[in-house]
């Protein structure tokens, strides 16, 4: 069967860019889609290496949840999430936009198409500024340890689902289904930014796409062994092929075990850029550290540029050699 998007007009049986596919994962997504089908209350699939099984919804929902309550370490054992990129590579004509869906909540998402297949879909939130919480007030949520404080509160003892758990599900369907528009559902405990705010962006983009873009996206992410994962991001200008932008970034793995630096464990599941606690708590502006390295890659147009700090420069140096082969 042939799934097709209104506006991507994408095929989800035949492209041009790189689709096949291992028959490992073939297996994994066929047994996913069949688990699925058995019941229709919960949602199967795998992400880092994870496999999950959530309850979902198909509507927005509000309200206390009734159920088993977990606490404490019991908690911590079922709740899961990974908002990490996947480890390799990412290729294809690039569209990104924002919608502002409740009074200050802004949802982004990054899409990237090569030829008529959907290669990346990435959403986050930004809070207002008056959150009701005055540490996470205009804080990104995906790795910056929002998904850590939402697991510590007592709203998440029922349903033991984070925004990063609404944010990954919505993804793995779009992918699977190579359309940013369909019949889509949600985390129950997750499914307000889902419903209001990503499936309403993810339709915009998908009429932008008739457009085309001007813009082509790569993406590097590899893992550097003892927890820690680099993904290096350059966006070209497609008609002229200057660099118009560049991100780098590092992130911990998804369970405090595989991090081996001790100090570095409390960072789980979040990355070195997005987390508020990592530069005060170790000393390492990595933020600005970054933010000065692309700027010289754009500011060059060359990724042979050298961050100031030495170890990011050996994690940086990694992943820059291999986007030089995906940018030949």
């Given at each position: 069967?042939?799934?097709?998007?209104?506006?991507?007009?994408?095929?989800?049986?035949?492209?041009?860019?790189?689709?096949?596919?291992?028959?490992?994962?073939k297996e994994k997504t066929e047994q996913a889609q069949k688990e699925n089908k058995e019941n229709e209350e919960k949602y199967v699939y795998e992400r880092n290496g994870h496999k999950y099984e959530v309850d979902?919804?198909?509507?927005?929902?509000?309200?206390?949840?009734?159920?088993?309550?977990y606490k404490g370490d019991e908690k911590q054992e079922k709740m899961y999430w990974s908002g990490r990129?996947?480890?390799?590579?990412?290729?294809?004509?690039?569209?990104?936009?924002?919608?502002?869906?409740?009074?200050?909540?802004?949802?982004?998402?990054?899409?990237?198409?090569?030829?008529?297949?959907?290669?990346?879909?990435?959403?986050d939130e930004r809070g207002p500024d008056d959150?009701?919480?005055?540490?996470?007030?205009?804080?990104?949520?995906?790795?910056?340890?929002?998904?850590?404080?939402?697991?510590e509160n007592d709203r998440t003892n029922v349903t033991l689902v984070t925004i990063v758990n609404g944010m990954t599900i919505l993804e793995d369907q779009m992918m699977k289904?190579?359309?940013?528009?369909?019949?889509f559902v949600s985390v129950k405990g997750s499914s307000n930014s889902v419903r209001r705010g990503f499936i309403p962006l993810a339709e915009k983009i998908d009429g932008e796409i008739k457009n085309g873009s001007k813009l082509s996206y790569q993406a590097v992410t590899k893992d550097l062994g003892d927890g820690l994962f680099a993904r290096l991001i350059v966006i070209k200008d497609k008609?002229?092929?200057?660099?118009?932008?560049?991100?780098?970034?590092?992130?911990?793995?998804?369970?405090?075990?595989?991090?081996?630096?001790?100090?570095?464990?409390?960072?789980y599941r979040q990355s070195k850029y997005d987390s508020i606690t990592y530069a005060k708590e170790t000393g390492i502006d990595f933020k600005k550290i970054s933010d000065d390295l692309t700027e010289k890659i754009v500011k060059d147009q060359s990724l042979d540029v050298s961050p100031s700090?030495?170890?990011?420069?050996?994690?940086?140096?990694?992943?820059?050699?291999?986007?030089?082969?995906l940018l030949k």
């Open positions: 069967m042939c799934l097709v998007s209104t506006a991507l007009l994408l095929a989800a049986c035949g492209g041009t860019g790189d689709s096949a596919k291992s028959s490992d994962t979902t919804v198909s509507g927005a929902t509000t309200g206390e949840y009734s159920g088993t309550e990129p996947e480890v390799g590579t990412v290729k294809g004509d690039y569209y990104t936009d924002t919608i502002d869906f409740e009074d200050g909540y802004i949802g982004t998402a990054d899409v990237v198409v090569d030829g008529d297949k959907l290669v990346l879909v990435e959403f959150y009701y919480s005055e540490t996470w007030a205009g804080q990104t949520k995906r790795t910056s340890g929002y998904a850590n404080f939402q697991a289904e190579n359309s940013l528009t369909g019949d008609e002229s092929g200057k660099i118009t932008e560049a991100k780098y970034n590092e992130f911990f793995a998804d369970t405090e075990d595989e991090i081996k630096n001790k100090e570095e464990k409390p960072f700090d030495d170890t990011i420069k050996s994690h940086y140096d990694s992943v820059a050699t291999d986007m030089k082969d």
